[in-house]
């Protein structure tokens, strides 16, 4: 098989949520809990005061969004942004390029992440969409921030280290070891002081905020009074982990996952292969009955009630009742994204353009802070 091919196939399974469920595992408890305790205070915080707040947040356009993404951060971004956060959705087709040789059908998977977004409520008067081949700026700042990061901080990276493990012995190319500084440049270029994000990528709000600081401390001199860059704060979400339909991480490659673009019938089809155990009395029950108890969950997050109430309400019908309740309750609660999508998908010109007018956007405010970097380093000429 070319090894274009062989990356391509590894990076569509399972590389990305397995290497982030090692990090999230090796990020220590004390960080985590510390994340959690100022994520709730920067709650209240929006709650009283939303306008103190830019957030940046984005997903690589490697494929199409499932349940997963909506419910654990698609559904979040639509409300910090109903609540009056500005909010900058990043669609991180450079990133693509980081562990894999192809971009498979790129611009159709950048256009198809617009056009999720849309459906699920993402409002282009509210929200920027971008991408980041589009923004030459945000790029170069590359350049000032890879000197500000050593050698060896990229290569103790644990989300570096844990997505080069999970390549099965591909080498790690220098987009690989650096992304971590890229990732800096897209919160930093547009100063967002909010990246709410999956536990695995807290270390790499680490290092931004440590970029942040020393550009300060080397270059800032010229503007005391005040600092080029913020200090961005993790927005750690509260959404249960969900699993795929048959109890494993959810991935593509392994059919489990219901994908936002699904018809009801797919769905229907995908929860019918579910797997179940031959206890037909429903119980809520995560540590002995993980398959059964993540239907409940997908149920529990489409209907609001609880998975408990949910099963006492099963009681004794079975796998396939739980199945078919799982199945409306999703159907129901995609209908009306779906019934966007279907019609945003006839209205290409429409959607295309709101990446253009993010990217315009986008483009400004890069271009101003590149011009502020390069101010500090008196770089104007
Ligand atoms: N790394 C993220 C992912 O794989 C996508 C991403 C790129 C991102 N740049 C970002 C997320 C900046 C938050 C902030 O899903």
Redesign the pocket.
């Known amino acids: 098989m070319p090894e274009s091919t062989r990356t391509e196939e590894i990076s569509e399974s399972t590389v990305?949520s397995e290497a982030a469920q090692r990090v999230a595992d090796s990020v220590s408890t004390a960080s985590v809990r510390q994340a959690i305790e100022r994520s709730r205070e920067i709650e209240e915080q929006i709650n009283k005061d939303p306008s103190q707040f830019r957030v940046?947040?984005?997903?690589?356009p490697t494929g199409k969004l499932h349940l997963g993404h909506y419910f654990g951060t698609l559904h979040n971004r639509v409300e910090l942004q109903n609540k009056g956060v500005d909010t900058w959705i990043?669609v991180?087709d450079y990133?693509v390029i980081t562990d894999r040789d192809g971009v498979g059908p790129l611009k159709e998977r950048v256009l198809g992440l617009v056009t999720d977004y849309l459906a699920c409520g993402i409002d282009p008067a509210k929200a920027t969409i971008f991408n980041h081949s589009a923004v030459p700026a945000l790029n170069q700042l590359l350049i000032p921030f890879l000197s500000l990061v050593t050698e060896s901080e990229l290569h103790r990276n644990p989300t570096v280290k844990a997505e080069l493990e999970a390549s099965q012995g591909r080498a790690m190319s220098g987009l690989l070891l650096t992304?971590p500084v890229?990732?800096a440049a897209?919160?930093m270029f547009c100063k967002a002081n909010l990246?709410?994000?999956g536990q695995d990528?807290l270390p790499?709000l680490e290092l931004c905020r440590q970029i942040a600081s020393r550009f300060d401390r080397r270059y800032g001199r010229a503007r005391k009074d005040k600092p080029v860059f913020r200090r961005p704060d993790a927005l750690l979400s509260k959404a249960p982990y969900i699993l795929g339909t048959d109890g494993n991480k959810m991935s593509k490659s392994r059919r489990n996952t219901i994908e936002l673009a699904m018809t009801a019938d797919e769905t229907a089809k995908v929860l019918k292969k579910a797997k179940t155990d031959s206890d037909r009395a429903i119980t809520y029950d995560p540590v002995n009955r993980p398959e059964v108890s993540n239907l409940l969950l997908l149920a529990s997050i489409a209907t609001g009630d609880s998975p408990e109430d949910i099963a006492a309400h099963i009681g004794d019908g079975g796998g396939g009742t739980l199945k078919n309740f799982v199945t409306e309750a999703i159907n129901e609660t995609l209908a009306p994204i779906r019934a966007r999508r279907v019609e945003l998908e006839n209205e290409k010109g429409f959607v295309e353009g709101v990446l253009a007018a993010g990217n315009e956007k986008a483009n400004e405010v890069a271009s101003q802070t590149l011009f502020e970097v390069r101010e500090a380093m008196q770089m104007i000429y």
Request: proline share 5%; no cysteine; hydrophobic share 30%.
């Open positions: 990305e940046l947040t984005g997903d690589r990043l991180a990133q992304y890229h990732q897209d919160i990246v709410p994000v990528q790499h």
